[in-house]
């Protein structure tokens, strides 16, 4: 009954409390809508390349024709055609446009002697007839200019795909040359066989999870909602502490020290009501990642097909953060102390735990780091759960850590406020 | 035969970076049923004492007992006989004057029932029955202190702990205070009254302990103590005598 009236005094407490209401329950939704807003131009460059590249077809032959049908068909690049190649190069260096490809004069003629000289020499080499080309001929140089802030991923893309372009033209060329020397003074000859090389070996790209959700991948959404929850969640130290040293400082807390047997429902009371209040956050954020994320244009959050584990890692979270509060409260002795501390440390404790980038684009030291973090443990649960599809073994080393940094914290807590009620 | 409620035996504490002890070698007692003022200038040590007497503060050396009961050893037992109003307002400024003292009931470990009992009975007592649902931030000065002294008393403690009852309150609320204190008297309650008001202390005070400087000066009834110093007209006249006329800060 002590536990339950502490809950509902600290109910009654924040019910009159509109600031901090909408601290806990406002300012959360407004910041994951606004995050997952922000960072959503940047998860689709990590996912979604669409690059403007400038096409400068000094060929205009069947060469650029196939480089340029290659690239039309790629849903990442758009090609915007140039006549002048120091104009694009000026546009690229300007910013304008990412990259410029140059396909230079002859280009296609020069491809078609240089693979009518291989073929020739190889024949002669096997004692076949042939006319052999002596003559040096020039590499051919396919060139791009890039925007020297380009990313690098943008850089590896567009030249990867250039060059899986050109081998591609050679290696049709070079098979339309062969028949081509093969037939020569044979009218017999049977037709030449059209080789399409895309059919005898494809790269055949899957997302490994199998079942319905398969594809749905990190996107801003997938990532800022969980994310930022949880910074929400683990943030429940402002209101937890600031009441908590509030009622010290006005004496109410006196008032309880001098009762006897009221210091662990007093705890576990605030940490109970507490834990409700971070589920409570929980679910009106998932909510906003279902319902409201799509109205502004974002996909929908999908929550995979695992609700225990879920449920399980909220609630694993929900301890932790409050755990984390209700220390901070019993540790420093003013509001100024523990609001700055825990404010910073919670930020601290985010970016570091992957909240505001993936962990996977952060350098070696800070993936390293960010297993120390509770929030890493949160995300990484909720990553496996939406995008892995992963079951509660799974989840439960995350989980279980935690739980162990909840008990860890309470624990301390208790013997911090035990040895400041001295008798 | 009159049994002893409190016992402080050679009790000291010096408080860390401080150069004089708070408390030096305090040995009293605290008659069962008795009202004892605990007097003194600022910084004699009336609150170190409270503090060492409700299990907040550890002594450095000496013992405790309230009702037999060592404050050190069996701090729990004790504060479950004792009854605080600390001189600050202990209260939940943002709940009703019903929700605060209900949660405090509900932490003394009451009944609803017999919790709602004692709070209509007291806030009729107290002249606070009218604002039951009022949130206590918006209640004067009186009627916080009125509040305060009900949360110390709502599960009839067999001993109560005043600190300054009556401070920064205007006179009706100090008269009804100390008429409610007077009343207890035939319960057999044992008060400690801590205060400055040497007036409010003659008047309910069967029993008197005056400390400065953390040593106890002079203890007794208040008949006792005035007859050993036959100069003084008034007790206020003996306090002066005693602790002298410096300002204490």
């Known amino acids: 009954m002590k536990i339950l009236a502490t809950v509902y005094k600290e109910f009654l407490l924040l019910i009159r409390d509109p600031g901090g209401m909408a601290l806990i329950f406002i300012m959360p939704l407004a910041l994951v809508i606004v995050m997952a807003l922000v960072q959503d131009a940047p998860f689709r460059d990590y996912q979604e390349i669409k690059l403007e590249v400038l096409f400068i077809d000094h060929d205009q032959d069947s060469l650029s024709a196939k480089v340029k049908k290659a690239f039309q068909a790629s849903p990442n690049v758009v090609l915007i055609q140039e006549q002048d190649t120091a104009e694009a190069k000026k546009l690229v260096q300007a910013g304008k446009f990412k990259a410029a490809i140059i396909i230079p004069d002859q280009a296609s003629a020069d491809l078609r002697r240089k693979t009518k000289q291989l073929i020739s020499s190889v024949f002669s080499n096997f004692g076949l007839p042939a006319e052999v080309d002596s003559a040096k001929l020039p590499t051919i140089d396919i060139r791009l200019f890039f925007d020297p802030a380009i990313k690098s991923n943008y850089k590896q893309a567009l030249s990867g795909s250039l060059e899986k372009i050109s081998a591609s033209v050679q290696a049709e060329w070079i098979l339309d040359e062969l028949q081509q020397q093969l037939s020569e003074g044979n009218e017999e000859a049977p037709p030449k066989i059209a080789v399409d090389l895309s059919k005898i070996m494809r790269v055949d790209q899957r997302y490994a999870s199998e079942n319905k959700y398969q594809g749905v991948i990190l996107n801003s959404v997938q990532h800022n909602v969980p994310a930022w929850t949880m910074f929400a969640m683990f943030f429940i130290l402002y209101p937890l502490a600031g009441n908590f040293i509030k009622e010290r400082e006005e004496g109410s807390m006196l008032r309880l020290r001098l009762i006897s047997g009221s210091q662990w429902p007093v705890i576990s009371g605030k940490f109970g009501f507490y834990f409700m209040i971070c589920l409570v956050q929980f679910i009106l954020m998932i909510a906003v990642g279902i319902y409201v994320m799509p109205l502004l244009g974002l996909t929908k959050l999908i929550l995979g097909s695992n609700p225990l584990g879920i449920l399980i890692t909220a609630c694993s979270v929900a301890m932790a953060a409050t755990g984390y509060g209700v220390l901070i409260a019993v540790y420093f002795r003013t509001p100024q102390q523990a609001l700055s501390f825990g404010s910073v440390s919670v930020v601290i404790l985010s970016a570091i735990g992957g909240v505001w980038v993936p962990i996977y684009v952060m350098p070696e030291i800070l993936q390293t780091v960010s297993r120390f973090s509770p929030m890493s443990w949160g995300l990484e649960s909720f990553n496996d759960l939406f995008l892995r599809q992963a079951s509660i073994p799974a989840i439960l080393p995350n989980v279980l850590r935690l739980i162990g940094f909840a008990l860890v914290a309470l624990a301390a807590s208790v013997l911090i406020h035990k040895s400041r009620t001295v008798v | ?249």
């Open chain 2, 1 to 249: 035969m009159s049994t002893c409620a409190v016992h402080l035996d050679n009790l000291s504490k010096q408080y860390p970076h401080s150069a004089k002890r708070a408390v030096s070698s305090l040995t009293f007692k605290i008659e069962e049923g008795s009202v004892f003022g605990l007097l003194g200038p600022n910084g004699a040590g009336k609150s170190t004492t409270v503090m060492m007497l409700c299990g907040l503060m550890r002594p450095d050396t000496g013992s405790i007992s309230v009702f037999g009961l060592d404050v050190l050893e069996q701090g729990a037992d004790v504060r479950r006989q004792i009854g605080v109003a600390p001189q600050e307002i202990a209260l939940f400024p943002m709940l009703t004057a019903y929700e605060n003292l209900f949660y405090f009931g509900r932490m003394y470990g009451m009944r609803a029932a017999e919790i709602d009992a004692q709070i209509k009975k007291y806030l009729h007592v107290f002249g606070l029955a009218e604002k039951r649902n009022k949130i206590v931030s918006t209640f004067s000065g009186g009627m916080k202190k009125r509040l305060n002294l009900i949360a110390a008393i709502l599960h009839h403690p067999k001993l109560i702990i005043l600190d300054e009852p009556t401070a920064g309150v205007d006179v009706q609320s100090r008269n009804l205070i100390l008429d409610f204190l007077d009343s207890l008297k035939d319960d057999g309650t044992t008060i400690i009254y801590s205060s400055h008001v040497l007036e409010e202390a003659e008047r309910i005070c069967s029993h008197l302990g005056i400390i400065d400087e953390g040593k106890l000066i002079t203890t007794g009834t208040r008949t006792s103590i005035m007859d050993a110093h036959l100069d003084c007209k008034n007790l206020e006249q003996v306090f002066l005598k005693l602790t002298g006329k410096n300002i204490r800060d």
